[in-house]
């Protein structure tokens, strides 16, 4: 694609983490972080223009207006182009359209996929070359899962869950999401967490090692085995009907079920394709979400795609 561009379009796929442990509270107000991150083929699409002014329109895929997601300066697309911007010199402000499907407020980094969507069709758009490596810095500024929907794979995430290694994992693993009714702010969550840790310790998720393991011996039985999360009592704790549809993915033959991130999303792993088409049907018929998806991971990051 010619520097004269004028117009790019983005691919940037959801995340599920497959394990993450939380560590306690800090005095600097975060938690530590130990996580495997995987990308999903639940994909937003960023289309970015030269424009006479900066801004940022949200749309669902039938270009019905997305509740609960900012269009302004605070949509984290439009702060990652104008990141960029600065830092390059950038010239020509930028009109960015995301089509969304990532469930907003569902724990599957949504708003981090579009900031690193708007990275790299602002870097294409202005052909500003920003190296890999540069550009992943920035991302880590953005926010904590940027760097991750940026890459995209399977990943081991530390500090903030912002320090990569990528996993060497041929496995593929296939998913059937439950989206909730309503959203879960991850600060709430986390806060949660903090409050149950308070007044009595509940069960934390083992290291990573088990998950490694289980990812390295293509055994997807002792992948569902290893899924755990520690976010997961928090926002059980505050949608208690996330038990159910936990319950409901299982007794419809998921392998294994969590909640993805700081929720509400549910991911439920299935032993192939066509057994996540059977859990997704059965899933959907109980009533206990809002919609169901199937997926399968891992996928690229944020990639132009055309
Ligand atoms: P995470 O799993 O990264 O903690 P999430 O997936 O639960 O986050 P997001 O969909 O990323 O949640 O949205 C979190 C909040 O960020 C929303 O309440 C929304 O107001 C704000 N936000 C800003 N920009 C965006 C964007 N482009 N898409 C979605 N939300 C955005």
Redesign the pocket.
């Known amino acids: 694609m010619s520097r004269s561009t004028q117009e790019v379009r983005v691919r940037v796929p959801a995340k599920i983490n497959l394990l993450l442990a939380v560590g306690d509270l800090r005095p600097d107000g975060y938690h530590d972080l130990v996580t495997v991150f995987h990308a999903v083929d639940l994909f937003d699409e960023l289309v970015v223009r030269l424009a006479d002014r900066h801004s940022v329109r949200?749309v669902s895929p039938g270009s019905k207006a997305v509740a609960?997601?900012?269009a302004g300066a605070?949509?984290?697309?439009g702060m990652a182009a104008r990141r960029l911007a600065k830092e390059y010199r950038a010239t020509g402000p930028v009109a960015i359209e995301?089509t969304?499907q990532?469930?907003?407020?569902?724990?599957?980094?949504?708003?981090?996929a579009?900031a690193a969507g708007a990275l790299v069709a602002c870097d294409r758009l202005w052909g500003t070359d920003v190296p890999r490596d540069r550009l992943a810095a920035i991302a880590a500024e953005l926010g904590s899962?940027v760097p991750f929907a940026l890459r995209g794979g399977t990943a081991v995430g530390t500090g903030r869950g912002n320090l990569l290694s990528p996993v060497l994992t041929r496995m593929q693993l296939h998913w059937v999401l439950g989206l909730g009714h309503e959203?879960?702010?991850?600060p709430a969550v986390f806060g949660e967490l903090d409050r149950l840790r308070a007044a009595g310790d509940p069960p934390r998720v083992p290291g990573v090692e088990d998950m490694l393991s289980a990812l390295a011996s293509h055994d997807v039985h002792r992948v569902a085995a290893a899924l755990g999360n520690d976010l997961q009592a928090a926002a059980i704790s505050l949608q208690p009907g996330l038990r159910r549809t936990l319950q409901a993915g299982l007794q419809a033959g998921a392998l294994g079920g969590i909640v993805s991130?700081?929720g509400p999303t549910t991911a439920f792993l299935c032993e192939s394709a066509q057994a996540a088409a059977d859990v997704a049907t059965e899933l959907a018929g109980t009533g206990t979400c809002r919609s169901v998806r199937v997926a399968s991971g891992p996928v690229p990051g944020a990639r132009v795609i055309g």
């Open positions: 949200t609960g997601v900012p605070r949509n984290l697309a995301i969304k990532i469930p907003v407020a569902g724990g599957m980094a949504g708003g981090s579009d899962d959203g879960l702010l991850t991130g700081s």
